[in-house]
């Protein structure tokens, strides 16, 4: 009788057995020789990925993944399998080797594709879209005066006043309608920071604190917390509709192509880009006119600033590739300064609510310097000395950063610690976890490759996990404190050639909200079901709960 396994059945089937081991096998993660992984993650096809969902579905967010492992493993460099056949990257969780590989290694370690890709579907051609390449670096020419002290502490100081005295309006009126009860600032927080980047960019007013103020004067009541009570400027709405697709490479497996699809087919984002280019390329036209009628001084925004410095270069004939770079670079700074700086104060709203304490040196030391004023002079705010102030801010910026790593790729076969890297790996460095909330993970010093001695990587750090602003002040021999920005570990603008652009900007503006906010309300404590730190990650790490209780301040 004819069995169905004839010895061709059986050759077929034992070849594809072998294909299917051997495919398997190649699929498995190749991991770098010395460097620690999670036990077992070099068994799995995919690597680290169950695990980091399972991380995911547990604290409720991936970004956490980036130092857990590093912490449980208790080593400071490891290696993640996150993609299936991809070659493994690694984790660097030590703030001293990590500010050591952007700053003086940049030669070596490039910004990375993997961060290009979550802004070049966007905004390409910009900065934050680009290697570090010529093209970065004419757009960073561009920019150039726009960074400088002289700029943001003149131009930005009156955006940000202008923006701050609004949100003191809108939040005054918001306390008054809550009658002592909670309400919800992320929206208001979001639209002072947008108003507040759109007038220092364009010198025009966006009004979407006022457009609120309006409504909310209208109608005198209250509406449910999330819930605006005026419709958004369209061009705002656009830019957080575009913005919001930048989400997408990070979670589809299609990355960059799906958030690209989505830009070009959903019509409500096809409308949104409408909307959003041509308001912002009739913005730079109608100031490139100016300009060429000599009526545009540079120092009325940062677009003023970038066509004049074009006209040293070009004349008064400014290639449309270049007013196109203007718009664009534009168009990433109301993304790049809007959501950051107002996700980092609503984190300093919870923690001063939570730390009345820290809350009451910072109310005294306002009224030490700025007395019995009703309104806080623009003018006195930047020469002010405010170390509690100042440490409060860089204590949220170091427990609770709101990007939650600084990727960078090696450009050539290199080492790490001791350990060989090869071309092309790219290196994930978080900066919260070891060395920065948790204590620094043991590391062999003699195979550093930098020898950075800033008092910031001191071994003295301790309870890196609280929230202690103190740890920024320094006592004077005459009792007072003064304020040392290398007091503690903190790289949440990162380092180096490719670290935030706005640094300066942002630094500036969380000062001038503290101040003006704290001088006008007291943020009370919450009833203790709403005191969390849950965060979402959504662009940047969020808190989930923005409820404040207000108190207004009398003054004058
Ligand atoms: C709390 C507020 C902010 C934080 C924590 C923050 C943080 C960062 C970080 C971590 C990067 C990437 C650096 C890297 O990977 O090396 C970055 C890039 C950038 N940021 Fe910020 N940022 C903030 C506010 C701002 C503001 C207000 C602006 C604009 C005025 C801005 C403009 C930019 C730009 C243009 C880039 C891209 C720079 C480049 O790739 O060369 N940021 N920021």
């Not at 705002?236 to 575009?242: P, T």
């Not at 790593?405 to 994930?428: A, E, M, W, Y």
């Not at 204590?439 to 003295?460: C, F, Q, V, Y």
Request: proline content about 6%; aromatic content about 8%; overall charge neutral.
């Amino acid at each position: 009788m004819d069995t169905i396994f004839s010895p061709t059945t059986i050759l077929v089937l034992l070849a594809l057995t072998a294909i299917l081991y051997l495919a398997s096998r190649a699929a498995l993660p190749k991991p770098l020789p010395g460097i620690p992984y999670v036990p077992g993650s070099e068994k799995n096809l995919l690597g680290n990925l169950p695990l980091a969902l399972a991380h995911t579905k547990h604290a409720g967010r991936f970004s956490s993944y980036f130092y857990k492992p590093a912490e449980d493993l208790g080593v400071p460099l490891l290696q993640l399998f996150m993609q299936p056949f991809g070659r493994p990257c690694l984790l660097l969780c030590d703030g001293r080797e990590a500010q050591d590989l952007m700053t003086r290694r940049a030669h070596e370690f490039e910004y990375a594709d993997f961060a290009i890709d979550l802004h070049r579907g966007a905004w390409p051609g910009t900065l934050a879209a680009l290697k570090t390449n010529e093209r970065w670096r004419a757009n960073r020419r561009m920019l150039g005066e726009t960074t400088t002290s002289r700029f943001v502490n003149s131009v930005g100081l009156e955006a940000m006043y202008r923006g701050a005295g609004e949100l003191v309006e809108l939040l005054a009126l918001k306390a008054r309608l809550a009658r002592g009860e909670v309400f919800d600032v992320r929206e208001d927080l979001k639209n002072a920071t947008a108003d507040i980047i759109w007038t220092y960019s364009y010198n025009g007013k966006l009004g979407a604190v006022s457009s609120q103020i309006e409504a909310l004067n209208e109608s005198n009541k209250l509406l449910d917390n999330q819930v605006l009570a005026a419709k958004l400027p369209d061009v705002l709405k656009a830019i957080i509709d575009i913005s919001a697709t930048s989400q997408i490479p990070l979670e589809s497996p299609l990355g960059i192509t799906h958030q690209k699809l989505v830009l070009r087919l959903t019509p409500k984002l096809r409308r949104a880009t409408a909307v959003h280019d041509a308001r912002l390329e009739h913005e730079v036209k109608q100031a490139a006119k100016r300009l060429s009628e000599k009526k545009l001084p540079a120092d009325e925004s940062a677009m003023a600033s970038m066509l004049n410095r074009l006209q040293a270069t070009f004349g008064d004939e400014i290639p449309a590739s270049e007013l196109k770079a203007v718009q664009n670079e534009l168009a990433l700074m109301m993304h790049a300064g809007q959501k950051t700086v107002a996700d980092t104060t609503a984190w300093a709203f919870k923690y001063l609510a939570v730390h009345q304490d820290v809350q009451q040196k910072v109310r005294a030391e306002l009224k030490a310097v700025f007395g019995n004023v009703s309104t806080i002079p623009k003018e006195d705010i930047i020469p002010a000395n405010l170390p509690h102030c100042d440490a409060v801010a860089h204590e949220v910026l170091r427990h609770m950063p709101i990007i939650p790593c600084h990727i960078r790729t090696s450009l050539v076969d290199t080492q790490l610690l001791g350990h060989f890297i090869p071309k092309g790996t790219n290196v994930f460095m978080p900066p919260v976890g070891p060395s920065f909330t948790s204590p620094a993970l043991p590391i062999d010093e003699s195979k550093r490759t930098g020898n950075t001695t800033s008092r910031m990587w001191s071994h003295s750090h301790t309870d890196l996990d609280v929230f202690r602003p103190d740890r920024w002040l320094v006592k004077q021999e005459d009792g007072s404190v003064k304020f040392d920005n290398r007091a503690a570990p903190m790289l949440t603008f990162a380092d180096g050639p490719r670290m935030c652009f706005g640094t300066k900007f942002a630094m500036l503006e969380f000062r001038v909200l503290l101040v003006v906010l704290l001088w006008h309300f007291e943020l009370l404590e919450l009833p203790r079901e709403l005191v969390d730190f849950e965060a979402n990650d959504f662009l940047t790490i969020e808190p989930r709960n923005t409820r404040v209780r207000l108190r207004v301040v009398e003054r004058g």
